[in-house]
């Protein structure tokens, strides 16, 4: 079975850049989660899907943080304009069912920001 | 506000050592308890759950797991770690009643050959 997909590995940009973050997760999961992980730190939820729809989304800094997952398959996550506090690894998880605990996640995107 | 809290951030020992890391938790309902492991260069992935049941719970690659409820904790333990046991561990929890997971801070275990 394949694992759940991220890409970039690795970014690198300035303040006030932009950057986006793509998520595959394992087929059939209908709950899919974006985290932020800072160094030193567990992450934290930023978003949760069930299908195509927000479950979650308390602790996504709205004013520059935005995510999509069209089709209820693949989802995508912006940053726009990064700050330096942004650098961080970003998580993309999926689950069969919400709430189940058990997530699987992808290797992450690491994010520098300069 | 729910918290989770591993109080070593950094663990090194000696292969076959015993390795028992903690994990505390501030919410006084019913939960549901997780131990994940990182290996490097790898991702994320679960080593063992509690839901309900036998508060002994076993996992992958020898770990177990006991939830303590009346200290709120539920710390990791392995009789003999190995030169692979080597990661960072994290201690997840969750609400019955809210599906969100807390995360520990994290115990990155050092273990030498």
């Known amino acids: 079975e394949a694992g759940v997909a991220q890409s970039p590995r690795y970014k690198i940009i300035e303040k006030r850049q932009s950057v986006a973050f793509w998520c595959n997760p394992i087929s059939g999961h209908a709950t899919l989660y974006w985290y932020q992980q800072i160094l030193g730190q567990g992450p934290k939820l930023l978003i949760q899907?069930?299908?195509?729809?927000?479950?979650?989304d308390s602790q996504l800094p709205k004013d520059r943080f935005s995510a999509e997952r069209l089709k209820g398959v693949d989802s995508t996550l912006k940053i726009q304009p990064a700050k330096l506090e942004d650098s961080a690894v970003y998580l993309c998880a999926s689950s069969p069912l919400p709430g189940a605990g058990e997530l699987f996640f992808g290797e992450g995107s690491r994010l520098t920001v300069l | 506000a729910q918290s989770v809290s591993q109080h070593n951030h950094h663990v090194i020992l000696s292969e076959a050592a015993s390795l028992e890391l903690g994990c505390n938790y501030s919410?006084?309902?019913?939960?549901?308890l997780f131990w994940y492991v990182q290996y490097p260069g790898q991702h994320l992935q679960l080593l063992l759950k509690?839901?309900?049941?036998d508060p002994l719970v076993k996992g992958i690659k020898g770990f177990e797991a006991e939830f303590i409820k009346s200290k709120f904790s539920f710390n990791l333990r392995k009789p003999s770690v190995q030169w692979s046991d080597t990661a960072e561990y994290f201690c997840a929890v969750n609400e019955d009643s809210n599906y969100q997971l807390i995360w520990g801070a994290g115990t990155k275990l050092i273990i030498k050959p």
């Open positions: 899907f069930q299908n195509n729809g927000v479950v979650d």
């Open positions: 919410y006084g309902g019913t939960v549901n």
């Open positions: 509690y839901f309900s049941g």
